[in-house]
């Protein structure tokens, strides 16, 4: 079974800086798109940013120029470097994976979450 472990949440105020980490747990795997995707007190999941294993990426409007997503293939992980954090930032963070099994066929994983908040 694998899982996908996250860290690097935390409190930080408006203006500052977060790098979360999410890594697959075990070493030998095939990892398609990579995601971080959040979820707000009251509001529907929603994604940040997405990237794929070549390197394509994809954000939401509302992060572009403030967020990057990358990741290290080697070590299955990838991350979100967070600036310029504002408070409508405070959310759960969640990092998804389209993860190949012995089969071939790809499941979709979530990571447990790591909580973001970004006081005024």
């Known amino acids: 079974q694998v899982r996908l472990l996250e860290s690097g949440g935390g409190l930080v105020q408006a203006g500052g800086s977060l790098r979360l980490s999410c890594a697959a747990s075990?070493?030998?795997?095939?990892?398609?798109?990579m995601g971080w995707y959040r979820q707000a007190p009251g509001k529907q999941r929603e994604l940040v940013a997405t990237?794929?294993?070549?390197?394509?990426?994809n954000y939401a409007d509302s992060v572009k120029g403030r967020f990057t997503i990358s990741r290290d293939n080697a070590k299955n992980t990838v991350y979100l470097q967070m600036n310029s954090l504002k408070p409508e930032d405070t959310a759960v963070y969640y990092c998804?994976?389209?993860?190949?099994?012995?089969?071939?066929?790809?499941?979709?994983?979530w990571g447990q979450g790591t909580q973001v908040s970004v006081s005024s």
């Open positions: 998804n994976a389209d993860i190949q099994r012995a089969s071939g066929t790809y499941t979709n994983y």
């Open positions: 990237i794929t294993s070549r390197g394509s990426t």
């Open positions: 075990r070493s030998i795997v095939v990892i398609n798109v």
